[in-house]
Structures are given as structure tokens and as C-alpha cells.
């Protein structure tokens, strides 16, 4: 057995038997090849190019690439260390904050008879003597005290990660700088794309995995492991998240953020072993899921108090400022955390999700107004003409007299104190009334300016953007922060329910999601099917794959192609597999298709024709219904819209990743159009030959009454 075989087989009995657990934690760099002995001994088969080889070999690559990545979004070693401290310490200033509001304020002081008339300060009337904070012993007392207790613990827990993950950020810094030639400084300015095409290109040099050259897929692959299946799940309706069986609660899908850290707790962090295959409970047993379900559920409801409490205070603290600066944030809308899933495609860090959702947010208000609440409108409009009238009065009054501001006007409150509650009430309601002079009805166009961010467009939205159904879907995506921020603090009481009565009923298909679509990547471990774009398997023609894959195993609504799609347009320097490459392939050619229909298009609407020899061409129409999801971007060109359609493509060759994706993605939108319509034309053809071939009513009748008439005269028959 030569040395190369010898090397291979400790490769596989590395990943077989797993690592050391305490250098799984974390991260620890390797000096040596993982099968042992000494790297001049290693064959040259084995690396690539002349140059000197340094062994970098992770033991968990999820923990490394996902530091990476880390490291790249908080633009730094030095901005990742100051952002966890000022994290550590604001989550220490809010256990203390809390802890003074709950044990050491008298809040009967506030109503002193002392505070008005001025003989003594709001500390002296409401703060509590040493001596009686914690006595008597009361009810409100011993759990404020578990409160502060568990807040201590968490603080602690908090420090503890924020050490683990100095030590681990430190050797990526060294990485960064030794490896892949980034400064401090140079960082900041970096891409990710360069990011990762500088670690595929550092593998001549560096060996990050010895059993094989990762690429940006793979890479991708590492650090979204468990979201990957998670939206897999979501993608294919497998997780319980509705109350549609228990009476009295909502139907619609419950993923807060509370869900989502069960869901992380009971299935995606617990699933893998330390080799990062899929545990083998988790493929057979739909019992082990159903415990830890109900073993959360016991946990929320213990700690259900603790969470209340923290998400109140936390999200007063935070959005204090803001609101106060602009009081009509209260009424700001955004994307939902189950939008936020929903939406997300295969393989998408959060980076690029949130700039393409971010810069869809335009386009989700212009189709939400699209749709005013006129009654809202109309009330707004008059607590706003109120609300306005009075304050113009005060302010008029108090430019005769300066002291009327600490004059009380009514109810004991000064003139500055109505001022201010008048602005509140101005700068809330003056949103909601609707400007008629800036508003276009145009919903279509709205949807599928939409949809061009959001990659979803349903086949049941067609023509329907004006309808209810649709504009309840778009606003359940697309809500307000007061709601979502309501539905959290709702979430800490319900996720119990969910957990025990609902999620369980899934555990069955969550096994049976697991069996169907984990594949296993050599060097990397178990991975999410969808995540490895593996065609052959999850193919949809509809959405132009080579083959087609079993009907429950495709993804819905082409989400896979679509991943597909813009990964290739986001990772200029990837290399596809040969079926994602046929995919590609497919959906260009028949973009080029059409567009070499394009100059004869232009010549016919010119001379007012349009495709079928008609009059009166619809350039609008013919855009929104063969290009919707670049139809605004052409109709806003200084050009000719068809012809600057034509060199589309061309020019955004060398634009942005974010512009790319839209035009790739319009075209996969058009290529699964193309083979809807296609599929109806051959239908209607068969239907018509069928009709044609098939003899008329009246030729039957005819032929009846010949066979009559023959069997009547058999001579004139024979004759």
C-alpha cells in the first residue's frame, strides 16, 4: 500500500470517528496533516503548483468559515472585539437598569405631596433605603430576585462565548493577514466574493480541507449547514408553525424569534454529530424530536417571565431614541422574521438577503399604498387638522409670552408639555393620510417591481395584484414594527403551546425531510440536498433543469433554480457543476431566443404592428408580460424601451451582483413562462387536431342514414 492510499484511509477514519471535542469547540488550527506524519512526506499528487505548502486544517469548518464571515461583516478584528464588548456591557447595564426598577424604586413616591410643592427631589421620594430592598421578603421580591439571578447567569454565559470567541477570531485574524494578504485596513474595503476567491486561490498554498479543494459553494455550504434546512423545511411546508387546530388562536404561521431559537435548539443544533453527520436518531426516531419539543416547552414555560421581561425592557431601551427623534417610526413597516425565511434562498448569507430585501422596501411601500385605508385616512386627517390647530394656537400665544410655556394650560400639565404630546400626535398620524396627488394605481407593475427583489412570485398572483388575497399575503410579509414587535412579546406564551401540541405532529415528516434530502459532501459532512444544487435529484424542467426529479422532492416554486441563479450571479468566479451549468445554459439560450426576435419587434412597433400582425402594439403590456421583472427598469430608460432591452443583459455584464441577480432571475421568471405557454400551445394543438380528425355530428348522421338506406335495398347495395 503506497503512501497515498495509506493517506486517504486516515482521511476516512478521521471523518468516521470524529474529532477531539475540545478542539471542535474551538476551531484549533492543525500543524499537521490529519492522518499524521510529516508534511515532506506527502505526495505531490496531493497539492497543487510548486510552491510551499502550509497545513491550516480546521477541525469543524462550520465554526471556521462562520468566524470568516464574521470577521468579514464586522470589517475587522479590532471593530469585531469593540462591538462584543459594547454588546457585553449593554446587556450588564440592563440587568442593572432592571434590577433598580424592580427592587430599589418606590413607585408609591411618585405621588408625594413633597414633589410639588419642591421640598424634595424624585430620589428622595421614590428610591428605597438600603435597608428595605430585599425586606420585608414579598412575593414581587423573591421573583425579581430569580430574575436578576438568571439575568447574572446570562451575563456570565455571554462573557464565557465572548472569551471562546476572542481566542477563535484571533486565529482568523492571522489567517486574514497571513493567508490571504487582507490588512486591517484592507479588509474594510473588501468584498466578499474577493474574500472567498482569495481562500479558493489560497488552497494552492494553504491546505484548509485535505480531502479536497473547497469552492465558493462549499464554502457557503459550511456556513449556512442548518439554515439551509431550515428553509428547505420551510420551502416545502414541513414544519407545524399554525394554530389551525386549537380553537381561539390565529392561523396564520407563528416564527418569531422565540420559535427560532427552539427550532435551533430542538433540531438544527442538536442533529449533527461531531463529524457533522446527521445523527442517526434523527433519521429513524420521530419520538427523540417529539421529546425535545416538549422538553423546550417545559423550559419556555419556567423562563417564559425572565423573557418577558428582558424583550420589554430591551426593545424600550433600543427604539427609545428613535422614537423620540421620529415619532412616526412607530408606524414604519418591515419585513417579517418568517419573510425573512421565507424569502431566503439556498446558500444566501445574511449579508445578501438583507440588501436585497433592504432594497426592495421601496418597492413593498409603493404596492402597500397602492391600497390606502381610506377610513384611516379620513380619521388621521382630522385628529391631524385638530392636533395641528391646537398646537398653532399655543405657539402663537407663546410668542406674545415666553413664560406661558411653564404656565399650566389644562389638567395640571404645563403649555411645553402639550406642545410635545400635540407633535407626537402630529408626527404619528400625518403618515396615514393619504396624498392622492402622489399616488399612481398601477398594482401590477407595483407587484412585479416587487418581485424582482423578492425572487417570489407565485403562479396564483398573475394578473391578481389588486385582488384581497394577494395584498393580504404582500402585508403579512410586510408589516409593522409595532405588530411584529407585539406578536414577539405574544410568542414567549404561545411557543410553549406550539411546542407541545403543535410541532410535534410534524416530527414524522421533519425524519422523513431529513431521509430525503441530506446528502453527504466528502470532506465537508452532511448537507441540505437543495444547498449542494444537486439537479438530478431536485430538478424542474419548468424552471429550466436538464431533467426533471421526483414531484416531492422538487422545490416549490423553483426555489433551488433560483438559488442557482443568483449564486452564479453573485460568485463571478464560480464554477458550477456540469447539471448547474445546463441550467444556466438553458435559461440563456432561450433569453438569446428572444432576443434575436427583438429588432424585428422594434421595426413592427414602429410601424404600429405588433407581434401578430395587429395594430395599436402595447409596449407596456408586452414588457409586463415577456420581461415583468425588468419592465420598470426598461420603461424607465431614455432609450427605446425594446431595443435597450436588447443590450440589457450586455450592460449589466459588468454592474453590481444585486442588479445582475434581478436580470438573471427575470429570466429564469421568463423561461418557466416560456414553458407554461408552450405546454398550452401544444395542448391546444393536440385539441384542435383531435377536433379536426374527429367526424362532425351531422357526418355521422349522414353515414347512419346511407347504412339504413343499404340495409333497406341490398340491390341497389350489391349493385
Given amino acids: ?299 419556555n414555560i419556567v423562563l417564559s417571565p425572565f423573557l418577558l421581561v428582558v424583550l420589554i425592557l430591551q426593545s424600550v431601551l433600543k427604539n427609545a431614541e428613535s422614537v423620540y427623534r421620529q415619532p412616526g417610526s412607530i408606524g414604519a413597516r418591515q419585513w417579517s422574521p418568517l419573510a425573512l425565511w421565507y424569502l431566503r434562498e439556498f446558500n444566501e448569507v445574511p449579508f445578501f438577503l438583507y440588501n436585497r430585501l433592504n432594497s426592495g422596501h421601496e418597492s413593498a411601500m409603493r404596492y402597500i399604498k397602492q391600497f390606502p385605508n381610506l377610513l384611516v385616512s379620513h380619521i388621521s386627517r382630522f385628529l391631524c387638522y385638530i392636533a395641528g390647530s391646537f398646537a398653532a394656537l399655543l405657539m402663537a400665544l407663546t410668542l406674545f409670552e415666553d413664560d406661558l410655556l411653564e404656565v399650566d394650560f389644562m389638567s395640571g400639565k404645563q403649555t411645553v408639555w402639550w406642545l410635545a404630546v400635540l407633535g407626537v400626535v402630529l408626527a404619528v398620524f400625518r403618515p396615514m393620510v393619504v396624498d392622492k396627488s402622489t399616488t399612481s394605481f398601477d398594482p401590477e407593475l407595483a407587484l412585479l417591481e416587487l418581485a424582482a427583489h423578492t425572487h417570489h412570485y407565485p403562479r396564483h398572483w398573475s394578473g391578481k395584484a389588486h385582488t384581497l388575497d394577494v395584498q393580504e399575503e404582500i402585508e403579512a410579509m410586510f408589516r409593522y414594527r409595532a405588530a411584529i414587535f407585539l406578536e414577539e412579546l405574544a410568542s414567549v406564551i404561545l411557543t410553549p403551546i406550539l411546542l407541545w401540541r403543535v410541532l410535534p405532529t410534524s416530527a414524522s415528516e421533519i425524519v422523513a425531510f431529513l431521509q430525503s434530502n441530506t446528502t453527504y459532501v466528502p470532506g465537508l459532512g452532511d448537507v441540505c440536498s437543495f444547498s449542494a444544487f444537486d439537479v438530478s435529484k431536485h430538478g424542474n424542467k419548468k424552471y429550466g433543469s436538464s431533467r426533471n426529479g421526483p414531484k416531492r422532492l422538487r422545490s416549490k416554486q423553483g426555489k433551488m433554480e433560483k438559488s442557482i441563479m443568483s449564486f452564479a450571479a453573485i460568485y463571478p468566479t464560480w464554477n458550477p457543476p456540469e447539471q448547474s451549468k445546463v441550467l444556466l445554459g438553458n435559461v440563456e439560450s432561450v433569453f438569446q431566443d428572444e432576443n434575436e426576435t427583438l429588432p424585428e419587434l422594434v421595426e413592427q412597433q414602429a410601424q404600429g404592428y405588433d407581434m401578430h400582425g395587429h395594430v395599436n402594439f402595447d409596449i407596456r403590456k408586452f414588457l409586463i408580460t415577456y420581461y415583468p421583472h425588468v419592465a420598470k427598469m426598461v420603461m424607465n430608460s431614455q432609450d427605446d424601451p425594446l431595443a435597450s432591452l436588447c443590450d440589457l443583459r450586455k450592460d449589466t455584464a459588468k454592474g453590481d451582483p444585486g442588479k445582475k441577480t434581478m436580470i438573471s432571475y427575470s429570466m429564469l421568471q421568463y423561461f418557466h413562462d416560456h414553458q407554461e405557454k408552450m405546454h398550452a400551445s401544444l395542448q391546444s394543438q393536440e385539441a384542435t387536431n383531435s377536433k379536426q380528425n374527429a367526424p362532425s355530428h351531422d357526418q355521422e348522421r349522414s353515414n347512419e342514414m346511407s347504412v339504413l338506406k343499404r340495409n333497406k335495398n341490398p340491390t341497389s347495395s350489391s349493385s
Fill in 1 to 299: 500500500m503506497d503512501l497515498e492510499e495509506q493517506l486517504l484511509q486516515s482521511l476516512e477514519k478521521s471523518d468516521d470517528e470524529g474529532f477531539d471535542s475540545e478542539r471542535s469547540q474551538s476551531g484549533e488550527f492543525s500543524t499537521t496533516p490529519l492522518g499524521g506524519g510529516s508534511l515532506d512526506n506527502l505526495p505531490g499528487a496531493l497539492l497543487e503548483g510548486d510552491a510551499p505548502v502550509s497545513w491550516v486544517s480546521e477541525a469543524n469548518l462550520d465554526v471556521f468559515f462562520g468566524r470568516l464571515y464574521l470577521y468579514w461583516e464586522s470589517k475587522g478584528f479590532r471593530q469585531f472585539l469593540v462591538g462584543r464588548v459594547l454588546n457585553a456591557l449593554a446587556l450588564a447595564f440592563t440587568g442593572v437598569l432592571s434590577g433598580f426598577l424592580l427592587l430599589g424604586v418606590n413607585y408609591s413616591g411618585l405621588s408625594n405631596p413633597c414633589l410639588k410643592e419642591g421640598s424634595c427631589s424624585i430620589l428622595e421620594a421614590c428610591l428605597r433605603e438600603r435597608s428595605r430592598v430585599l425586606f420585608p421578603i414579598t412575593l414581587w421580591k423573591v421573583v425579581s430576585t430569580l430574575y436578576l439571578g438568571a439575568f447574572v447567569a446570562y451575563v456570565a454565559l455571554a462573557v464565557v462565548h465572548l472569551v471562546s470567541e476572542y481566542k477563535g477570531m484571533s486565529r482568523v485574524y492571522e489567517f486574514v493577514r497571513n493567508d490571504l494578504g487582507y490588512s486591517e485596513r484592507g479588509i474594510r474595503a473588501a468584498t466578499w466574493q474577493e474574500v472567498l476567491a482569495r481562500v479558493v486561490e489560497s488552497q494552492k498554498r494553504v491546505r484548509i480541507c485535505l480531502s479536497r479543494d473547497l469552492t465558493e459553494q462549499d464554502i457557503v455550504m459550511c456556513i449556512m449547514r442548518k439554515d439551509n434546512y431550515l428553509i428547505g423545511m420551510l420551502n416545502k411546508g414541513v414544519l407545524a408553525l399554525s394554530f389551525s387546530g386549537l380553537p381561539g388562536l390565529s392561523k396564520a404561521p407563528l416564527l418569531t424569534k422565540t420559535v427560532e431559537w427552539n427550532l435551533r435548539w430542538c433540531i438544527l443544533n442538536a442533529m449533527f454529530d461531531d463529524s457533522l453527520r446527521v445523527k442517526e436518531s434523527f433519521l429513524s426516531s420521530p419520538e427523540t424530536i417529539k421529546k425535545r419539543f416538549r422538553a423546550a416547552a417545559l423550559v
